[in-house]
């Protein structure tokens, strides 16, 4: 348990750092001065710099699922819940120093390993969701798993690097309510809900 705790600190440790100084300035030795351990300490929670980012990240998706699953228990409407559980699957504003160090060419692999993991676990909240949906006739579809792979490729291919027009979100509107067989203004409110985000 104790082995536990110390590899959450440096890994908050190394998160603080990563968003402050960005991920390309902070080294490991800063990581060690900032814990005050030794460099063996390091190395045996994590075999590497890029090691300790992979793990940052999965410890951003746990407290995104955890964000997921309490949005899934709020009352609010079906399509609201659905969009609040893909939004809250996405980093955080100040955490875009982590999502662009992701973005780079070098970073590809990690990147796709990252982005399906998330896919694999929005899918079955998603999917209560939709089941929901389709029992009060806001929905109207069948292989659900598939119709949410798809909604959740095309907004990380949307939403991922933050630029995007009105066009483009008329258009992810438009082709969800179609895959989710939605009556057409049903998701419109996520046009409101980007432009203040943006602001």
Known sequence: MKNNERKQELLKIAYNMFLNKGYDN??????????????????????????????????????????ANEILKMPISIPEKLVGIITSLRPKKNEQEIQSTLNK???????????????????????????????????????????LRMILIMSNEIFDNGK??????????DITEKILGAKEGTLGFIKMLIGGQNE
Do not use: W
């Open 105 to 147: 060419k070098d970073n590809i692999v990690m990147h796709e390993k990252i982005k399906n993991r998330i896919i694999e676990e929005a899918i079955p909240l998603l999917e209560q969701v939709v089941m929901e949906g389709i029992e009060s006739k806001v929905f109207n579809c069948s292989h659900i798993k598939e119709r």
């Open 164 to 173: 995007f027009d009105l066009n483009e979100i008329e258009v992810f509107i």
């Open 26 to 67: 902070t080294s490991v030795d800063d990581i060690i001065n900032e814990a005050k351990i030794a460099k063996g300490t390091y190395y045996y929670y994590f075999e590497s710099k890029e090691a300790t980012l992979e793990e940052v990240i999965n410890m951003m998706i746990k407290d995104e699922v955890a964000s």
